[in-house]
Each structure stands twice: as C-alpha cells, then as structure tokens.
C-alpha cells in the first residue's frame, strides 16, 4: 500500500512565523505536489517536483517556496506566515513513469491556521 | 482555459435512493479523467477513472462514471447511496498535452446522506 504522511495534522502558526510543512512517501514516486484547499474552491496547485532538487512552480505559488532534497520527501516552507495562508494543505506523490496515466496519491492533509 | 466545472456544490439524498453527481469539462487536447472521493478529515483517494476504452467505467464502493466526450462530461453515478458515502468528491481532469501532465480539479461535491 502506497503511503503518504505529512508531518503534522493540526498546526497553529503566529503571523510572520516561517512554517515547514513535510511530507514522506514510501513508494519511490518521481513526483512529488502540494495543494491547498480550501471550501468552494477545491484543489489548487502550489508546487510540484517531478524529481530531487527540481521543483516547478504550480497556480498558486506566492508566499510558498518547497524543497526536495530526498526523493522520499517533499518540504513546504511557508516563509513568513499571513493569515490569508490558514487552509488545509494537501501532499500527493505519483509514479512519473507515462505522466498522468497514474494515479496521485495523498496524504491525510495538515490544517493550518495562522493567527 | 482548461477547466473543470462541477456545478453543484452539495447534493442531499436520501440512504438508498440513487445519486447522480455532475462533471463538465473543458479541453482542447484529449484528457485522462479522475474522480476522487475525501472522507471527513482524511485525504483523497481515487474512486476511479478514464484513460480509453469503453466509457462506461467503474469504480469502487459501487461507483461508476460515463465519458461523454460531445458533451465533455464525466458524471458519476451511484445506484443506491449508503450513510458512509457522505463525503466530498473531486472530479480531475489531466490533459494529454506535451510537458508534465498535471491534475486539474473541480471545486468538489458535498454528498449528504440521510436516513
């Protein structure tokens, strides 16, 4: 079974806090995303890296940088913490063979509130 | 643009009576078509999908879903809802262009099941 854990469930955050967000998967996947979602506004794209150290920007990148530096695992840094960031984030990984055949898998989700 | 439209944001039934949950979208390049499913404070997992072939596709938990593709839609269909299938789900579109192929999802549709 393919599992994908992000580091924290529930995290509260100050305004100007630098905030990390991890993620791990066990399945050896190429790529790597993070989304956030957030009520009538469904799934939207931050980052994704399709390999280590290689990182694409997704629809909503401002205010986010991420890191790869194992293929296990995907960082969401948030470097100065605004309210306008409290959401729900969402990590997914996906085999990179023959590009979106695949499924992408997610992990629980880690609900931020920044205050 | 492309873009995925899933008009209605709740739809309440009633346990056993059948649900029909509505997925438009918009292309200009052949997709690959998903619907995932989230579970009250779980991620997403993928109920099932379309990549060719026949366009009656099924799913898990009872589900199915039909490719139109001269009316771009991709509804789900259950013949008899369960209480546990209250959740909110995702349909996603990833269009066959060249470069990394990334899932764009619908704003979701909330299933409220009642006894």
């Known amino acids: 079974d393919v599992k994908v854990t992000q580091s924290s469930r529930y995290l509260v955050k100050r305004t100007g806090e630098k905030v990390f967000l991890e993620c791990v998967q066990d399945?050896?996947?190429?790529?790597m995303f993070w989304y956030r979602q957030d009520p009538g506004l469904g799934l939207r794209l931050i980052y994704f890296s399709y390999d280590v150290k290689m990182k694409e920007k997704g629809d909503i990148p401002e205010g986010y940088s991420v890191s790869r530096e194992k293929k296990e695992r995907f960082s969401l840094i948030l470097e100065s913490a605004s309210t306008n960031q409290t959401s729900m984030y969402l990590c997914a990984s996906r085999s990179g063979l023959a590009g979106g055949l695949y499924e992408q898998y997610f992990g629980p989700g880690t609900r931020l509130t920044v205050t | 643009a492309q873009s995925v439209t899933q008009l209605d944001s709740q739809v309440p039934v009633f346990e056993e009576a059948p649900v029909e949950l509505r997925c438009n979208y918009s292309s200009s390049v052949s997709v690959y078509l998903f619907w995932y499913v989230q579970y009250p404070n779980q991620g997403l997992q993928l109920l099932l999908k379309?990549?060719?072939?026949?366009?009656l596709v099924k799913g898990i938990n009872g589900f199915e879903a039909e490719f139109n593709k001269s009316q771009t839609s991709f509804h789900l269909r259950k013949p008899s809802v369960h209480i546990s299938d209250t959740a909110e789900y995702f349909c996603a579109v990833t269009h066959m262009n060249t470069g990394f192929q990334k899932l764009v999802f619908g704003t979701g549709t909330r299933l409220l099941v009642s006894p």
């Open positions: 379309y990549l060719s072939g026949s366009t």
């Open positions: 399945m050896d996947h190429e790529n």
